[in-house]
Every structure is written in C-alpha cells, then in structure tokens.
T-cell receptor, first 111, second 115 residues
C-alpha cells in the first residue's frame, strides 16, 4: 500500500506557529506536496519537496526526510484565514501523475 | 489564463442511474486527473489521462470510467449509481511533462448526491 498518515485535526492560536506532520511509505517515492483546502473550495498547491531539507515560502515552510518517510508543514504567524484542511500528497513511481493524498489535517485557528 | 472548469457543479441522481461529469483543463495542460473526495476517505485517485490515453488508474470498480478528447477536455462517467458514490468529484489539470511534477490545479468540483 501507499499509506499517508497525518493528524485529523489541530487547533492553534492566532499569531502562533503550528507544525503539521505527515508520514508515508518510502517505497517508490518521487516527491511530496502540500495542498491547502478551505471548506467548500478546491485544494490549492502550497509546496513541493523532492530533496531532503526545508523549503521556505513566506509564512509557510515544508520539510522532507526521505529516509524517514517524514514531512512537516510549518505555518508561522498564524492568521484566522489559515483555518483550512492541509493535505499531504505523495507522488509514487509507476506513474508520476498518480498522486496519492492523505486524508488531510483540519486546522482551526482561534483568537 | 482561465482555470480548470468543471460542470455541472451540483447534481442529484437516484440509485441505478448514470452520470457524466465534464472537465476543461487549463489551456496548454495535457494531463487531467480525477479524484473522489468524501469526508471519511479524503481524496481518492480515480484515473489520469494524458493525450487521450489513460495513463494511471486507481482502485475503483469498472462502473467508473473516463475519457479525454483531442482538446484535452475530459469526461468521467459513473454507471449504476450507488448511495456510496455521493461525493465531491474533483478534476485536476497538469502540464503532463516531467520535472516539477505533481503541481495539480484543481477545479471547483462536481458535487454528486445519490438518493
């Protein structure tokens, strides 16, 4: 299988930092993506990691460890509009457009 | 440029009927993927089309099928609808080329309710 695991829900305070973890099976790994999905809307692309390390993009950063099958999405200076589901997705070999998604982490930002 | 367009946005069907959903990808994108999204299962991969050929397929029964036309527009069809087919069906557009793969551009989805 190609299980992708991430927490179901998280709550964090406005202005704080939150880390959303994602683990996956390493066999056949090609790349890892994070998407944001607001309720009732389509997912939108946030980040892409193919090599180990940290990729920073404004308030959002994504980290990857290929040997551990582990990634996290770091959100800094949380804003109320960051309340959304965050989807971890992995591209496995055997067809690079067969991107497998985790079930998503619903983040609630509270005042 | 225009985004990914899916039609219809909402539809209600009864068990046993069939349904066809349409997706127009971003201009120039040759790959279209389809996903089923339900609260409990998240996004489940259905299939991916590239240049009118099905390139990848998920683990869904044969009642779920699709096709892609020469202009890259894609349709998916579900026959003999079951209650469990109620879901949001998302279409995702991609250039289809290698390199920075996986950045999918999603449409707003077609929400199907089966009664």
């Amino acid at each position: 299988g190609q299980n992708i695991d991430q927490p179901t829900e998280m709550t964090a305070t406005e202005g704080a930092i939150v880390q959303i973890n994602c683990t996956y099976q390493t066999s056949g790994f090609n790349g890892l993506f994070w998407y944001q999905q607001h309720a009732g809307e389509a997912p939108t692309f946030l980040s892409y990691n193919v090599l180990d390390g940290l990729e920073e993009k404004g308030r959002f950063s994504s980290f990857l460890s290929r040997s551990k099958g582990y990634s996290y999405l770091l959100l800094k200076e949380l804003q109320m509009k960051d309340s959304a589901s965050y989807l971890c997705a992995v591209s496995f070999s055997g067809g690079y457009q067969k991107v497998t998604f985790g079930t998503g982490t619903k983040l609630q930002v509270i005042p | 440029k225009a985004g990914v367009t899916q039609t219809p946005r909402y539809l209600i069907k009864t068990r046993g009927q069939q349904v066809t959903l349409s997706c127009s990808p971003i201009s120039g994108h040759r790959s279209v993927s389809w996903y089923q999204q339900t609260p409990g299962q998240g996004l489940q991969f259905l299939f991916e089309y590239f240049s009118e050929t099905q390139r990848n397929k998920g683990n869904f029964p044969g009642r779920f099928s699709g096709r892609q036309f020469s202009n890259s527009r894609s349709e998916m069809n579900v026959s003999t609808l079951e209650l469990g087919d109620s879901a949001l069906y998302l279409c995702a557009s991609h250039t289809g080329t290698s390199g920075r793969s996986g950045e999918l551009f999603f449409g707003e989805g077609s929400r199907l309710t089966v009664l």
